[in-house]
């Protein structure tokens, strides 16, 4: 059984940063594609970032390109997902989820494990 731990959310002003973080327990870590999606009231859970096994390949939405950045370390069994220039619609709950297959999945039915959330809330 694969789990995640998301860590790293708060409150933040508008034009600020964040780094979250995931945790993934087991050995198996280097064999998952890992991706982070977001949740806001209301709304859908909605693709934001996407990183491959080995770190090598990362994909974005296109409302976060170029201000958010995922990255892994596989020897910490850890998902970065640092985000700058921080807007009020940044503001959901966001989990982070693992993938057993490779490539550019970008919805959640492709997405194997998921951790809890953790809330990002960006003040105007």
């Known amino acids: 059984q694969v789990q995640l731990v998301e860590s790293g959310g708060g409150l933040v002003q508008a034009g600020g940063s964040l780094r979250l973080s995931c945790a993934v327990s087991?050995?198996?870590?280097?064999?998952?594609?890992m991706g982070w999606f977001r949740q806001a009231p209301g709304k859908e859970r909605a693709f934001v970032a996407r990183?491959?096994?080995?770190?090598?390949?990362?994909y974005y939405a296109d409302s976060v390109k170029g201000r958010f950045t995922i990255s892994r370390d596989n020897g910490k069994n850890t998902v970065y997902l640092q985000m700058n220039s921080l807007k009020p619609e940044d503001t959901a709950v966001y989990y982070c989820?693992?993938?057993?297959?490779?490539?550019?999945?970008?919805?959640?039915?492709?997405?194997?494990?998921w951790g809890q959330g953790t809330q990002v809330t960006v003040s105007s």
């Open positions: 087991g050995r198996t870590f280097s064999s998952y594609a």
């Open positions: 990183i491959s096994r080995l770190g090598a390949s990362t």
């Open positions: 989820a693992a993938d057993r297959q490779n490539g550019y999945a970008t919805g959640t039915y492709d997405y194997d494990y």
